[in-house]
């Protein structure tokens, strides 16, 4: 029997749950897909090129783009639009929803984004080059293209939705706060659905790439498979990825009234920040926004089955977190940490929601996925109970906690519930 | 560049701002809104490949020019006939 939590005892309309989930990843396209190849312990981290930069590695999605969208449409909008269109109308056919009598002036939209914006003013400043950088030929899309809500506008364009759509732009936090901002709108009844998560279309901006290589925070390796490697004390920084993962959310009364799938509920979540620097992250405001979400939640550590860490493969970031994990597990001998970004590195936006999503099957299969390319742990991320290189089945699954964290000092926990 | 020329380089911007339309059938005389889902934005866009592409400047007031095949010929021909086909 699963323990009580705290928001088990709210009332129906005051519980929210994921009713389908639709997805972009560099290793796979649906969560099933996705599920698989990371249980198989197969990356989705290739070779990559890109202006300036040259020769690198990245999470590349391949989708088919004109599934949903028209080639006008891609012309016209943004890589960011064309996953979180991909990944919200996945959930949406997904969701059992009859989507043509859904009155879509009560569907809401959120969608975090570390960065939006980038991809096409680099694109512009590249094109006018040739015109010495006169400003004539710089185009009109760039406005609509950069605007911060553009990746949410493009899904409401796409499917019709009348109801508010912005973005959250919480650096690599912004995935778990795209779920979390859908959650606190249905508990205020200010939609009735929200499609909720993340984008990603970093690999598309040369100056991320850049700048983590500036900061000495790029990975690299011979054999891309293997760059991504979280825990590890080979790691030598971040793989950029580009992603999108949108839920369907709905509230817990909504949800039974229409006898839909209930793949999870979400019952805490917690977002606060370091205020101590730009870029190292600060495990004690990490270890407090953990116990924010469990005492929220009205859980224990012990209760917690998975942790979906965040670790993205920088030297101190891992440790860090780790730090961070120590603090707020130590004393659980059941709950079993793994990472996500070492088979598919960091999909920025979208890897709060994307990371979640994989462990969500665990459920059901009751296996937590493992952290791959841990060949040699390093002793400052040694934590019990990290599943590394394989598997392992679990007695049983009732509690996930994903952590996801940026830049800026932000973090961010969620916590959600087999249902 | 001949009528025909321009006639050409106008499919092809066409083709690229329009991607999904089948522009085989395309009546000069038509206008291409009739015939196609353009809206001002694409207009702009017609504008700005032609500008890109040969330098031709068409100010906002002249605009209406484009309004069909037939219609933007005519009004490219004096800008373009010193322009050499590439």
């Not at chain 1, 990371?38 to 004109?66: H, P, Q, W």
């Not at chain 2, 085989?24 to 009739?34: G, N, P, T, V």
Request: aromatic letters at 6%; proline letters at 3%; one cysteine or more.
């Amino acid at each position: 029997m699963i323990a009580i939590d705290k928001t088990s005892q709210l009332p129906d309309d005051q519980r929210v749950v994921m009713t389908a989930v639709g997805l972009t990843s560099p290793n796979g396209n649906n969560l099933e897909e996705y599920r698989a190849n990371l249980l198989a312990g197969k990356s989705g981290v290739k070779d990559y090129e890109i202006r300036y930069v040259g020769k690198t590695l990245a999470g590349i999605c391949n989708f088919e783009s004109t599934k949903y969208q028209t080639k006008k449409d891609i012309r016209r909008g943004t890589r960011a639009g064309a996953v979180g269109v991909w990944a919200a109308q996945e959930a949406v056919a997904r969701s059992g929803l009859d989507w043509s009598n859904v009155d879509r002036s009560r569907v809401g939209i959120y969608v975090g984004v570390t960065e939006h914006g980038n991809v096409e003013t680099e694109n512009e400043i590249h094109s006018i080059k040739a015109f010495d950088y006169d400003t004539q030929y710089w185009s009109h899309h760039h406005n609509p293209r950069t605007v911060a809500n553009n990746p949410a506008g493009e899904i409401a364009l796409n499917m019709g939705i009348t109801g508010p759509h912005y973005t959250i732009g919480a650096a690599c936090a912004a995935g778990n706060a795209g779920i979390i901002q859908g959650v606190q709108m249905l508990r205020l009844h200010e939609c009735d659905i929200a499609i909720a998560g993340g984008v990603s279309e970093s690999i598309h901006t040369f100056g991320i790439f850049a700048s983590f290589k500036s900061q000495g925070a790029l990975a690299s390796h011979s054999d891309p498979s293997q760059a991504s490697r979280p825990f590890d004390r080979d790691r030598n920084g971040i793989v950029v990825s580009e992603g999108s993962c949108m839920y369907v959310l709905e509230r817990l009364s909504d949800a039974k009234a229409r006898n839909a799938p209930i793949i999870a509920e979400i019952v805490s979540y917690a977002i606060n920040t370091d205020a101590t620097d730009f870029v190292l992250p600060n495990p004690e405001r990490q270890a407090q926004c953990i116990a924010m979400a469990l005492a929220r939640g009205g859980l224990a550590a012990d209760q917690i089955d998975i942790v979906s860490t965040h670790a993205t493969g920088t030297s101190s970031g891992d440790s860090q977190e780790c730090d961070a994990l120590r603090r707020a597990f130590g004393s659980s001998n059941r709950t079993r940490f793994n990472n996500t970004k070492s088979f598919i590195g960091h999909t920025m936006g979208a890897a709060g929601a994307l990371e979640l999503a994989g462990n969500l099957p665990a459920f059901q299969d009751r296996v937590c996925h493992a952290t791959i390319n841990v060949e040699n742990l390093d002793p400052d991320c040694a934590l019990n109970g990290l599943v590394v290189q394989e598997p392992q089945e679990l007695s049983r699954v009732d509690y996930i906690l994903n952590n996801s964290f940026g830049m800026l000092g932000i973090n961010s926990v969620l916590i959600v519930r087999r249902f | 560049m001949t009528p025909a020329e321009i006639r050409d380089e106008i499919l092809d911007i066409l083709s690229e701002i329009a991607p999904d339309e089948d522009l085989s059938d395309l009546e000069d005389a038509k206008s291409f809104r009739e015939q196609m889902e353009l809206d001002s934005m694409d207009f702009l866009d017609i504008v700005m490949e032609l500008r890109k592409r040969h330098r031709v400047q068409i100010p906002e007031d002249e605009y209406t020019n484009l309004a069909s095949m037939a219609s933007t010929v005519s009004y490219l021909e004096p800008k373009m006939k010193d322009i050499i086909k590439a």
